[in-house]
């Protein structure tokens, strides 16, 4: 993959994005609990379309979100390919230390620009959240294991409305001050719209970033059907890393309103498009997305999984 141009700010659309598919965690957590056998089906459905970089799980309590039960087991059985990075959200210290004795490269942390929705979720401050992934990140480096910290509501709150992006962004900045490698700005709720990022990136500036110009990514989620055009103004702004789910499932169990998120195929068949490279066979995530549909017993509400991108042969006269 090429190294992306511009950055967060820049307004210099980038080259090549890089993509973290969440749906093995973010889009299974909401549904009916799915065999540790078919979610690793999932997961090398993935690594063949050449993702390189997936949230394989997530290290929280059973009994809170019993979707993810069996972590460690998902973990181990998992056949690691090479160049795949393979992530799991921990909500706490105890999380992160049962993902690193398990053996990931990564791990996600969660904290809410909105005070309200981080007392409702996690029930904890703002400021305790901060304190708790400072902690991590701490373990984490001690183990060489980096941490990307995910803002949720970035865009607006469900309880409070309007947030300052402002307030974002120095979140963000002080989450990486404290050891986060990367933040993510999530749309928790599908608030965001396109002048909104916008308005995020512009808050962002161009500033310093990482080595491969991708240590700020949006999460981003579908609840009003936003998420592809937000994607777009993203990238003209110069954002270059985004999670996504295959087949576009997923959503907060503990968010009222908060839809699917991005489909993963539905983003990749529009970089195609646009000549922006991801490294990832569209084909091949539809037929990730189908499977996605067989493990969870319904159709999936991502366009590309029924339609195929645009370039598909057809038999249709």
Do not use: W
């Not at 004795?101 to 703002?126: C, F, K, P, W």
């Not at 963000?172 to 990136?201: F, N, S």
């Not at 907060?252 to 309103?257: E, I, L, Q, V």
């Amino acid at each position: 993959m090429s190294t992306p141009t511009g950055g967060p700010g820049s307004g210099a659309r980038p080259g090549a994005v890089a993509i973290r598919d969440v749906g093995p965690r973010d889009g299974l957590q909401p549904e009916a609990p799915v065999p540790v056998a078919d979610r690793v089906r999932l997961v090398h459905a993935l690594a063949d379309a050449g993702v390189t970089r997936i949230e394989v799980t997530g290290f929280v309590s059973p009994k809170a979100v019993p979707a993810m039960a069996g972590a460690a087991e998902v973990v181990a059985a998992v056949e690691r390919r090479p160049g795949v990075t393979y992530a799991a959200l921990v909500p706490n210290l105890r999380g992160a230390e049962m993902a690193l004795a398990a053996g990931v490269d990564e791990l996600t942390v969660t904290i809410s620009a909105s005070e309200t929705y981080n007392q409702r979720n996690v029930h904890m401050s703002v400021a305790e959240s901060a304190a708790v992934i400072a902690e991590i990140a701490v373990r984490a480096g001690d183990a060489g294991t980096p941490v990307d910290a995910v803002i949720s509501c970035a865009f607006g709150s469900p309880y409070e409305g309007d947030l300052d992006p402002a307030d974002a962004v120095a979140l963000g900045a002080r989450l990486a001050g404290a050891g986060a490698t990367r933040v993510t700005y999530a749309d928790t709720t599908g608030m965001a719209t396109p002048r909104r990022v916008t308005e995020l990136a512009a808050a962002l500036g161009p500033g310093p970033l990482g080595p491969d110009g991708q240590d700020v990514g949006l999460h981003l989620h579908d609840t009003r059907g936003t998420a592809l055009v937000n994607a777009y103004a993203a990238l003209e702004a110069g954002i270059a890393r985004f999670d996504t789910a295959v087949g576009g499932l997923g959503g907060s169990p503990f968010a009222h309103g908060a839809g699917g998120n991005l489909a993963t195929e539905e983003l990749v068949a529009l970089l195609d498009d646009l000549g922006i490279a991801t490294g990832i066979d569209v084909e091949r995530l539809v037929a990730a997305a189908l499977l996605v549909e067989e493990l969870v017993g319904r159709p999936v509400p991502s366009g590309v999984a029924h339609a195929g991108p645009r370039t598909r042969r057809s038999a249709a006269t």
